[in-house]
């Protein structure tokens, strides 16, 4: 019996050290794997080129996209719901562009440039009507204009052709008042709802102060002198 047991024992023993030596090789070639996985991990590469990216939530709608418009470079971001919000692009011109959009997935700020070639930037109410622009004029001075809701320009600020500051004030689009700064000096125009200037007060181009008064149908009333 004591044989049987020793016997025993000595199987044991064996099986131990053979499942010990195992373990012992499992060991090593998962870390020479480990090892190897860190050695050959693979770099991120310099350049990624496609004709076309997009990225997507977990419900495949596209939210960013990345393509080519009009011969041109195009960046769009959308809501979950495919309604466009910002929009980076290239002008029929050939300048770029940025647009933004309300909920609607209609424009109500544009960046791009005149027809000139200067800047300019617009803003549009709910009814899709322009209500403020500004930019650059044909002659390389900056103007602004306000409109009503109804996108009848308001208020015009700008340059007179003598360089000087320009400023006015409308009524559905007709001129009501007029600011002006050319070289001869200050000058105050108001008109009627015809367009018909019924006050003047400034210099005259010699430089003298002027006040006209003008009945509705341009006779002239009073003024000094």
Do not use: C
């Amino acid at each position: 019996m004591n044989q049987s047991l020793e016997g025993r024992v000595a199987i044991l023993e064996k099986n131990i050290r053979f499942y010990r030596y195992s373990f012992l090789a499992v060991f090593v070639i998962a870390a020479g794997l480990v090892f190897m996985s860190f050695n050959n991990r693979q770099q991120a590469p310099d350049l990624i080129q496609a004709k076309r990216f997009q990225v997507v939530d977990e419900y495949n709608n596209v939210l960013v996209e990345l393509s080519k418009q009009y011969g041109n470079g195009h960046v769009a971001t959308f809501s979950p719901a495919g309604k466009k919000l910002v929009a980076l692009m290239t002008s029929e011109g050939g300048a770029g562009g940025i647009n933004t959009f309300d909920n609607d997935g209609e424009v109500i700020f544009k960046v791009t440039r005149t027809v000139q070639g200067g800047g300019y930037m617009a803003l549009f109410n709910s009814q899709r009507k322009e209500i403020a622009e500004w930019g650059v004029s044909n002659a390389e001075s900056g103007y602004f204009r306000l409109n009503d809701r109804y996108g009848e320009k308001m208020a015009w600020m700008t340059y007179t052709e003598g360089g000087g500051g320009y400023f006015s004030l409308s009524n559905r689009g007709t001129e009501m008042f007029r600011l002006s700064t050319p070289d001869a000096g200050g000058r105050i125009g108001v008109y009627n709802g015809y367009n018909s200037r019924i006050a003047y007060i400034g210099a005259q181009d010699n430089r003298d102060g002027n006040i006209t008064i003008w009945s509705s149908n341009g006779t002239r009333t009073g003024g000094l002198p």
